[in-house]
């Protein structure tokens, strides 16, 4: 093989991985319902498939960094591909609701291998000038997959066992595990052997733990609960103390450093907050086609697909535009389209005609598209060569935190509005046709979740029109020099 042609090789093998990763963390959701029965468990359990994958995919993204960065990306890389294949299929064969769990936890171990080292890999192989058309197709899969992972359980819902959810990783796991395997090396000399921050890494595990499970557990516990307010004091403490701990620590697990970088910081602020606001979007919009509009889970998925469609198709295309004229502009412009997209959300009603709908979702798809590449092309291209584990890692851990967060505060403003229980049923698909009054009722929560989505949207706007300063360069980028020069461009 020839060596200029290893970039693109390493960009379809990451795109495959980052792709399952995306849509393992949403397809399980349509499931539920066949898991509780099937499994004689119980909801608090079952919801826990979902919460623990993305909870130990968030916490162990900077570990997973860091630890690339000090032996080797791509065998970090490699590692993920088979821990997330190998658990894959036993989910697919757990024969009760504790060891589901607790492969899930494994398989979201996997999965922040995959996906705290692939953007690192995409810098280090392509030059500046390619690097935002690359983001656009492996970044475009973030946006997608979480779309995508209900479609897909539909379809495999409708013709197969909840088992088949899982399995269907095995064929393609496989492939990308011994693509990664042949075809993955190392461009950069071997790092050097530094001391891992242990105590770093339990101190930030612990704190976004705590932190998370106060955000969802206080949904239905009360916020002001004894419980509820002890998780949020052992999250302030731990992550208090992890923050004292890298700025005394010689070799932090997060270099806060990297934060020094304007255009670094007030792109992963964007990122954090364009996930906040957009991520709890596809919930809401699958069960107000079930619950309100009675179509089927297969049916209300199909319907979501125009978002996807129009991201994957755009995404690849605001990467090369962003090449050209800098993230910046692009970026903001896809916040905006989503910003109007959701206030257009707002006016939706148990009668609205699907049109009106496939509108929104299509801006909503664009905006995604012209946002994801650019914002991550414009982060990665600011973070140092030597530290482009740590930076892509710690990019994932606050796009992960905004999602899992999205999810709690979607769910905060809607019970205000409607009865716990038919929210629970609701949120799980396990309902069919509401009421005419509760239909009107959880419209209107959902109606005042996307306005809280605007406010997000509108400081992630903030943030992503700042980040350049006063400095007239389209894509200034203090650590660009720092960058290695990919193999077959030296």
């Given at each position: 093989m020839r060596r200029f042609e290893y970039k693109w090789v390493a960009l379809i093998v990451t795109t495959v991985g980052s792709l399952m990763v995306a849509i393992d963390s949403t397809i399980v959701i349509l499931a539920l319902p066949n898991m509780l029965q099937d499994l004689h468990s119980n909801l608090v359990r079952m919801t826990w498939v979902i919460m623990a994958y993305l909870l130990v995919n968030t916490v162990l993204q900077l570990t997973f960094g860091r630890m690339a960065d000090m032996f080797g990306r791509v065998k970090m890389y490699n590692l993920g591909f088979l821990i997330f294949t190998a658990c894959s299929v036993l989910c697919g064969l757990?024969?009760?609701?504790?060891?589901?769990?607790?492969?899930?936890?494994?398989?979201?171990?996997?999965?922040?291998?995959?996906?705290?080292?692939?953007?690192?890999?995409?810098?280090?192989?392509?030059?500046?000038?390619?690097?935002?058309r690359a983001m656009g197709y492996n970044a475009v899969t973030w946006g997608a997959g979480s779309v995508l992972g209900p479609v897909l359980g539909g379809l495999i819902l409708a013709g197969a066992s909840w088992r088949w959810i899982f399995l269907v990783n095995l064929p393609i796991g496989l492939i990308g595990t011994a693509a990664?395997?042949?075809?993955?090396?190392?461009?950069?000399?071997?790092?050097?052997?530094?001391?891992?921050?242990?105590?770093?890494?339990?101190?930030?595990?612990?704190?976004?733990?705590?932190?998370?499970?106060?955000?969802?557990?206080?949904?239905?516990?009360?916020?002001?609960?004894?419980?509820?307010?002890?998780?949020?004091?052992?999250?302030?403490?731990?992550?208090?103390?992890?923050?004292?701990?890298?700025?005394?620590?010689?070799?932090?697990?997060?270099?806060?450093?990297?934060?020094?970088?304007?255009?670094?910081?007030?792109?992963?602020?964007?990122?954090?907050?364009?996930?906040?606001a957009i991520f709890a979007v596809n919930f809401l919009l699958i069960f107000y086609l079930q619950g309100v509009r009675a179509f089927t889970p297969l049916t209300a998925a199909l319907l979501i697909l125009p978002m996807p469609l129009v991201s994957s198709f755009i995404g690849p295309l605001s990467g090369g535009w962003a090449d050209r004229v800098g993230g910046a502009i692009p970026a903001t412009l896809g916040l905006a389209l989503q910003a109007t997209a959701l206030v257009m959300l707002t006016q939706l009603t148990p009668a609205t005609?699907?049109?009106?709908?496939?509108?929104?979702?299509?801006?909503?798809?664009?905006?995604?598209?012209?946002?994801?590449?650019?914002?991550?092309?414009?982060?990665?291209?600011?973070?140092?060569?030597?530290?482009?584990?740590?930076a892509s890692a710690t990019l994932n851990t606050m796009r992960n935190v905004g999602m899992v967060c999205s999810f709690a505060v979607a769910l905060a403003v809607a019970a205000a509005s409607m009865p716990k229980d038919i929210m629970n049923a609701v949120f799980l698909g396990t309902v069919g046709h509401l009421s005419p009054a509760i239909s009107d009722a959880f419209t209107s929560g959902m109606s005042h979740a996307f306005l809280a989505s605007i406010a997000i949207c509108l400081l992630a706007i903030y943030f992503s029109v700042v980040r350049q300063g006063k400095r007239p360069q389209a894509e200034p980028v203090p650590g660009e020099a720092s960058v290695a020069q990919p193999v077959g461009e030296r």
């Open positions: 757990a024969p009760n609701d504790g060891l589901l769990i607790l492969f899930r936890v494994l398989q979201g171990a996997g999965g922040a291998m995959l996906s705290a080292n692939a953007m690192a890999i995409i810098t280090e192989v392509f030059p500046p000038n390619e690097r935002g990664a395997y042949l075809l993955l090396h190392e461009v950069a000399p071997n790092p050097r052997r530094e001391r891992f921050d242990l105590l770093g890494a339990a101190l930030f595990t612990v704190g976004l733990v705590t932190f998370l499970m106060a955000l969802t557990g206080g949904i239905g516990a009360g916020w002001l609960s004894p419980s509820i307010l002890t998780l949020f004091a052992i999250a302030l403490i731990s992550l208090v103390a992890f923050v004292v701990r890298e700025r005394r620590f010689s070799v932090p697990m997060l270099d806060l450093k990297l934060f020094d970088n304007r255009i670094y910081a007030y792109s992963v602020a964007a990122a954090a907050l364009q996930s906040l005609p699907y049109p009106v709908l496939a509108i929104a979702l299509v801006l909503m798809g664009l905006g995604s598209g012209f946002f994801w590449s650019p914002n991550t092309s414009t982060t990665m291209s600011a973070a140092p060569r030597k530290q482009l584990g740590v």
